[in-house]
């Protein structure tokens, strides 16, 4: 069998997961909407990179006040550099409360090895009240620990975890940012 057809089979296999997580996460972020919570969305690597995506869709979309602290890359490298690298998150999110929601995006949720700064900051949500989200492959590590929300995406070939785990935060996200309880304002198309 073609790599194309075995890679799009998988997704379908995938696609059949349980909804009943991102229906309970959609009810929890319209809470922290309505409490006026802002929500910190963060990852490393592709990631960081959805992470950016789902700021603009949920400030642009559902009206909610997020933000990624990968996206200002000056503020991220000095606090790489005065801090260091495990802890660029959990000193970036120093001014958050307990109306504030922490958003994890990982392929492996972060172990004792590997992903530092997520659960630094996960950590320090916990210390503060923050509601803990997120969206995770593999077992969901540290974050399915300790996430109020946890979305784990299936593991259907341990080979291809993470391009799935990556492509699907972005179905999952784009669930949430059209779900009828988020969804404020009209997409373009």
């Known amino acids: ?61 559902c009206g909610i006040e997020s933000y990624c602290p990968s996206d200002n890359v000056a503020e991220l490298t000095a606090r790489a550099n005065d801090d260091g690298w495990d802890y660029i998150y959990s000193s970036w999110l120093l001014y958050a409360n307990e109306k504030d929601g922490l958003f994890i995006l990982s392929v492996g949720g972060g172990t004792e090895t590997v992903s530092r700064p997520l659960i630094n900051a996960i950590d320090f949500a916990k210390i503060n009240g923050m509601k803990i989200f997120g969206i995770v492959g593999r077992d969901g590590g540290y974050t399915k ?18 391009p799935h785990t990556e492509a699907f935060q972005s179905v999952i996200l784009h669930c949430l940012v059209s779900h009828p309880d988020l969804q404020k304002a009209p997409t373009k198309w």
């Open 1 to 61: 069998m073609p790599h194309s057809e075995k890679y799009l089979l998988e997704t379908a296999l995938i696609a059949g997961m349980d909804s009943k997580p991102i229906e309970e996460m959609a009810k929890a972020l319209s809470d922290l909407r309505s409490r006026r919570g802002r929500l910190f969305v963060i990852g490393l690597g592709g990631s960081a990179a959805n992470a950016s995506h789902a700021v603009n869709d949920f400030r642009k979309l």
């Open 145 to 162: 620990l300790h996430a109020d929300h946890c979305i784990i995406i299936p593991t259907v070939e341990p080979s291809r975890v993470t």
